[in-house]
């Protein structure tokens, strides 16, 4: 058995050799099929792809996700926001890749929140509420701030910035795609160059250096006009405007759950892990940390 999830920028595939991470933008008309060639034994699946814009709708998503799995895996397993699987395109399959990971963890460690920070968003999911948390579409999960739509990588620098402070004078940003969270975690360290798993967006490196200058765009500059630090200070203000959002919504969570502690997963796992208080999954089960809800849906359907 295998354990698959399909994003909509990246496929994660978890086997008994490993955790193995494919970069698949959908909207772009990534060759998912192909991807997926290697994997023709029994699988278990989970997915949140079906919000790619390239799809109309979130059942028109499903149903091309769930068929392109079939051509190739024809007895794949479609694990839902019920908590249960399918063998073919239902509403539930929409989004369930967070509740697959909970489903897992709830019986591993049952009084705590998994705080999953990843490349474009954060999932916070109180363990110990677990049947409260089936059905919960993406929409209800943001206005229960179970989920918040920022990560390490994909962020839009400019959709969490409406302004910085550059040598004390308030500066707006500019809304173009100049820089992303990506640049942010690169010059601050809590990245590395192999962690920029994305493309830049100028397509360019993936380098401090270039990770400056594209910061520095973000208010219509060069690097030599406002320098290393004047791009350093955009990066750290994004920072603490993004650790705020998640403390935030984590704090609430924990209000509310009343759950005694916090396990961290994701790229972000060591940083917020160290910012917020808690453990990494990564001490619990390893490198499969990295691709949690293929690793667990793996899990769930085996157990």
């Known amino acids: 058995m295998i354990g698959i999830d399909i994003g909509g920028a990246n496929l994660k595939i978890v086997d008994e050799d490993g955790v193995h991470i494919h970069y698949c933008p959908l909207w772009q008309g990534a060759p998912l099929a192909e991807l997926l060639r290697d994997c ?5 699946v989970v997915m949140s792809g079906e919000l790619a814009d390239c799809f109309p709708t979130k059942m028109e998503g499903i149903r091309w996700i769930v068929g392109t799995v079939l051509e190739v895996i024809p007895d794949a397993l479609f694990y839902g926001t019920d908590a249960a699987f399918h063998t073919h395109p239902v ?6 890749n967070w509740l697959a990971s909970a489903d897992y963890l709830r019986e591993v460690i049952p009084d705590a929140i998994l705080l999953d920070v990843g490349s474009t968003t954060a999932d916070i999911i109180p363990l110990n509420l677990f049947d409260d948390l089936k059905g919960l579409t993406d929409t209800r999960r943001l206005q229960k701030h179970y989920l918040v739509y920022t990560g390490m990588l994909r962020t ?18 500019s809304t ?3 820089a992303s969270s990506a640049d942010v975690h690169l010059v601050l360290g809590h990245i590395t160059a192999r962690d920029y798993t994305v493309p ?3 397509s360019g490196e993936k380098t401090v250096d ?4 594209r910061l520095a765009r973000v208010v219509c500059a060069d690097l030599d006009e406002i320098g290393r630090e004047g791009a350093l200070e955009i990066a750290r203000q994004f920072w603490e405007v993004q650790r705020t959002m ?5 704090e609430r969570v924990q209000s ?3 759950a005694a502690g916090v396990i961290t997963a994701g790229i972000g796992a060591d940083l917020f892990a160290r910012e917020l208080g808690g453990v990494t999954l990564k001490a619990e089960i390893g490198d499969a940390a990295d691709a949690l809800p293929a690793y667990a849906v793996r899990e769930v359907a085996l157990r």
Do not use: Q
């Open 40 to 44: 023709r034994r029994p699988a278990a």
């Open 210 to 213: 270039a990770a400056l200058r």
């Open 256 to 258: 509310r759950s009343g």
């Open 200 to 202: 830049a967006p100028d």
């Open 246 to 250: 998640i403390a935030t919504a984590l």
């Open 176 to 178: 173009e795609y100049f």
């Open 156 to 173: 839009n620098v400019a959709a969490l910035l409406r302004s910085v402070t550059l040598d004390g004078t308030v500066t707006p940003v």
């Open 91 to 96: 509403p539930e399959l929409a989004a369930a």
